[in-house]
């Protein structure tokens, strides 16, 4: 295990649906991710956070609403979603500040969106 | 602006013999370079990093990379390969300015057949 937590592991929802993505990370860690993964695009960065604020926003659709009440907790708001928005997503933390800087991943939550 | 190349979508090898997954970069800065490693249905692994020091980095399960500044690359290296290697491999860099953001390639697909 990496110390991130993802939860749930698998969600189906509908397009009018409204949902939530959760992750926690035990490593006492001051930065976290959301990555988008799927098959036309490995890896997209979504959202950065770095001492719970916000220091990135790639260009997401306001569908996704990310939100970080402290540096354990990341969650990932979902509302009208499309169908192609059905990928894997996957939360990370790091070590900002030090010459650490390498990422840990969680588990990820499969979406289908129907 | 910051990228990662990895060339080869698939890397075929056999059992014991060496194997090598390609990856170049352009960063404006000093780069920070990392190695992923993705199993199936399961978030990415760090592997291996360059930050400063020896361009020979060693890691996990006995994978090593080479950092050539003059080729800007960073290949991922293994004196012999075993059939637990295969899974999708991710190279990424950040430039040593920009907080937060690593930009990971494709990923290449290495498969080690018995």
């Known amino acids: 295990e990496t110390g991130v937590t993802q939860t749930p592991r698998h969600l189906v929802m509908g397009m009018t649906n409204k949902k939530s993505l959760k992750c926690e990370q035990h490593l006492g860690h001051n930065a976290m991710y959301w990555y988008k993964q799927s098959a036309k695009k490995p890896l997209e960065l979504m959202f950065v956070y770095n001492f719970k604020e916000q220091t990135e926003n790639n260009s997401v659709p306001s569908r996704f609403s990310p939100e970080c009440p402290n540096s354990s907790h990341l969650f990932l708001h979902l509302h009208t979603l499309q169908p192609e928005d059905s990928a894997l997503y996957l939360c990370?933390?790091?070590?900002?500040?030090?010459?650490?800087?390498?990422?840990?991943f969680g588990p990820g939550t499969r979406l289908t969106v129907t | 602006a910051q990228s990662v190349a990895q060339p080869e979508d698939q890397v075929n090898v056999a059992e014991g013999n060496p194997l090598t997954v390609k990856c170049t970069y352009s960063v404006s800065g000093n780069p920070y370079l990392f190695w992923y490693v993705q199993y199936p249905n399961r978030g990415l692994q760090f592997l291996l990093k360059y930050i400063t020091g020896d361009n020979l980095v060693k890691g996990s399960y006995g994978f090593e990379a080479e950092f050539n500044k003059s080729q800007t690359s960073f290949h991922l290296k293994k004196p012999s390969a075993l059939v637990s290697d295969s899974a999708l491999y991710f190279c990424?860099?950040?430039?040593?300015?920009?907080?937060?953001?690593?930009?990971f390639g494709d990923g290449t697909t290495l498969t080690v057949k018995p």
């Open positions: 990424a860099v950040r430039d040593n300015t920009n907080a937060g953001k690593s930009t």
């Open positions: 990370a933390s790091s070590q900002e500040g030090r010459k650490d800087y390498e990422q840990y």
